[in-house]
């Protein structure tokens, strides 16, 4: 069973940087595709980016650019560098695999605000 916790959301001013962190319990993490998710108030849980366990990454066509995906296989670990964050980036981030095994829940996710 793998689980999830998301971690170093905040609120930040229209330009600045985050980054996030996802710390997943379980030795199969290094050997499938993560991803991350965002849910914005009153919308659907959208993918963000992913990252394969070899490092090849994708992103969402709005995100290109401005946000890198990583991880870290022996520590059971990804992250998102968020930079120049815009006010439609506000949503709750997630954390799971790509795409989403539903079984294995959602983690808590971090709520990450952009406004001034």
């Known amino acids: 069973q793998v689980q999830f916790v998301e971690s170093g959301g905040g609120l930040v001013q229209p330009g600045g940087s985050l980054r996030l962190s996802c710390a997943a319990s379980?030795?199969?993490?290094?050997?499938?595709?993560m991803g991350w998710y965002r849910q914005a108030p009153g919308k659907q849980r959208e993918m963000v980016a992913t990252?394969?366990?070899?490092?090849?990454?994708n992103y969402a066509d709005s995100e290109k650019g401005r946000f890198t995906i990583s991880r870290d296989n022996a520590k059971n670990t990804m992250y998102l560098q968020m930079n120049s964050l815009k006010s439609e980036d506000t949503a709750v981030y997630y954390c799971?695999?790509?795409?989403?095994?539903?079984?294995?829940?959602w983690g808590q996710g971090t709520q990450v605000t952009v406004s001034s």
């Open positions: 799971n695999t790509y795409p989403p095994i539903i079984s294995l829940g």
């Open positions: 379980g030795s199969i993490f290094s050997i499938l595709t």
């Open positions: 990252v394969t366990r070899s490092g090849s990454t």
